[in-house]
């Protein structure tokens, strides 16, 4: 077993590809649970101690050192490339090489990465990145004079919400909602209040307008907004009628 972790010690300063197939190997092995471990000729047994001592050894796996096996041509190749990277830098105005940096780029690289990986130093994955929401931090700033523009994820044009991803499901929603504000405007909140024919007239001409307005630009409808539409659609129809809220809609 000592030579096994002093092989594996070792592939991890050199051969990755080694050193998780050692780890694979080790996986397939059935052992006890322990309730101690020994790091540094000390005892850790409270779980707290177990866990530090764990970050402790990876942590001295993965920070470089220089053994008898270590590659020095590869360090020295490593190195030359980098003096080289920051000599360029330094004629280009501390830009790298090849020209600045565009938003455009890093969204690609951000949208390109791998999910389902391990986290760095950090303590955030790949989702973290991808997930957190629209340029976060990544905004661009116009200036219009003196003054600085910031750039907006939605405006509303002659009444209609626009979103910076131009989907129709968020376009949908939007006229879902304003449906139900104009329904309840004009038949009360709670217990239909006027005649249900009357009320279908005033959701025919009031109503419904007011949801379609705009609907040319639902470009490229999945199913789940037909399902929204009908839902908002079956809902008003209940009400009209004085149904409760939970009463089937395909009967």
């Keep these: 077993m000592d030579n096994t972790y002093r092989e594996i010690d070792e592939a991890a300063e050199c051969d990755v590809r080694l050193f998780w197939r050692l780890i694979s190997r080790q996986k397939n092995r059935k052992t006890n649970q322990i309730s101690e471990i020994l790091h540094h000729n000390r005892k850790c ?13 990876y942590a001295d796996v993965y920070t470089p050192t220089e053994n008898s096996k270590f590659d020095n041509d590869f360090k020295v190749h490593v190195t030359e490339f980098v003096d080289r990277t920051l000599e360029s830098c330094a004629t280009n105005n501390g830009l790298l090489p090849g020209g600045e940096i565009t938003l455009y780029e890093i969204e690609t690289v951000v949208r390109n990465l791998k999910l389902r990986k391990a986290p760095g130093y950090d303590k955030l994955q790949n989702e973290h990145v991808r997930y957190s929401g629209y340029r976060t931090e990544l905004d661009l700033v116009f200036n219009l004079g003196d003054k600085s523009v910031n750039i907006s994820t939605e405006t509303k044009h002659l009444g209609i919400l626009r979103t910076v991803d131009l989907s129709p499901s968020t376009d949908i ?24 024919l009357t009320v279908c007239g005033l959701y025919n001409k009031i109503v419904i307008p007011a949801v379609l307005y705009g609907c040319e630009l639902w470009n490229g409808i999945k199913p789940k907004d037909l399902r929204c539409l009908e839902t908002f659609q079956h809902f008003i129809v209940k009400h009209i009628q004085g149904f409760p809220k939970r009463t089937r809609s395909d009967m």
């Design 45 to 57: 047994k409270s779980p707290e101690d177990i866990s530090n001592a764990f970050a402790d050894f």
């Design 173 to 196: 929603q939007h006229s879902c909602r304003k449906g139900r504000n104009a329904y309840f405007a004009i038949a009360g909140t709670g217990s239909c209040l006027l005649n249900p």
